[in-house]
């Protein structure tokens, strides 16, 4: 069974606006990670942030992790039509296996 | 760098043709991984090696599917006999097992397999 889900499965906004991304997951985890993948390509890692903390920045990415209740956000800020993609959050669960469990993924459209 | 490279980019076959996948992680990784992504199940993890050696297999379908790693920097991924439900996109991932990315996942641009 998929440890992430993502929630919305689908989100559409303008150019300047906000994204919010939500992930949930089942069981205890030293990580969690969000990749994003444009059409027809790889994933590619974002941020990555661990049990012990509660939120990361990175650029125009914020990351909030509430471990309580196995949950983790995605901001995008001042979004831009680049940042068109699926956004999957990837889980490292304990015992840690290197295996990283990843989610159903969110498909954001930003429009010019 | 050159990141992961994967070959062929597209494979359309006919059901029962034998499917070999072909992955170079980035130089120096010691983890490799094969994922299979399609609409409906999402992205799977099939395999995964650290330091050429299989740790866990589970994700296989079934004795159709057959990865090896012979060296540090190349594995396959073999399908045989291929079947129409084998269709989607496979991805190679490589990851260092040490330093402050060890737990960061490097994806290849993957194979897209059509098997008509």
């Known amino acids: 069974s998929q440890q992430g889900e993502e929630d919305p499965q689908a989100l559409s906004i303008q150019e300047g606006e906000n994204a919010t991304m939500n992930c949930s997951y089942k069981t205890s985890i030293n990580n969690l990670q969000w990749y994003r993948q444009n059409s027809g390509r790889g994933l590619v890692h974002l941020i990555l942030?661990?049990?012990?903390?509660r939120e990361k920045h990175s650029g125009r990415l914020r990351v909030t992790l509430d471990t309580s209740k196995k949950s983790s956000s995605l901001l995008i800020t001042a979004s831009r039509a680049a940042d068109t993609a699926s956004y999957f959050c990837?889980?490292?669960?304990?015992?840690?296996?290197?295996?990283?469990?990843f989610g159903t993924g969110t498909r954001l459209q930003v429009f010019p | 760098d050159a990141g992961v490279i994967q070959s062929p980019r597209h494979e359309v076959t006919e059901m029962g043709q034998e499917v070999t996948l072909r992955c170079k992680p980035i130089s120096g990784h010691n983890s490799l991984f094969w994922y299979r992504q399609t609409m409906m199940r999402g992205l799977e993890l099939l395999i995964y090696?650290?330091?050429?050696?299989?740790?866990?297999d589970s994700g296989m379908p079934e004795d159709r599917f057959s990865a090896k790693m012979p060296n540090a920097s190349f594995s396959t991924l073999k399908i045989q006999p291929s079947e129409p439900r084998d269709s989607a996109v496979y991805f190679c991932a490589s990851s260092p097992l040490t330093g402050e990315l060890q737990e960061t996942q490097y994806f290849g641009p993957g194979t897209r397999l059509l098997v008509l």
């Open positions: 990837a889980t490292d669960p304990v015992p840690n296996t290197d295996k990283l469990i």
């Open positions: 090696f650290n330091n050429n050696v299989p740790i866990d």
């Open positions: 942030i661990r049990s012990n903390e």
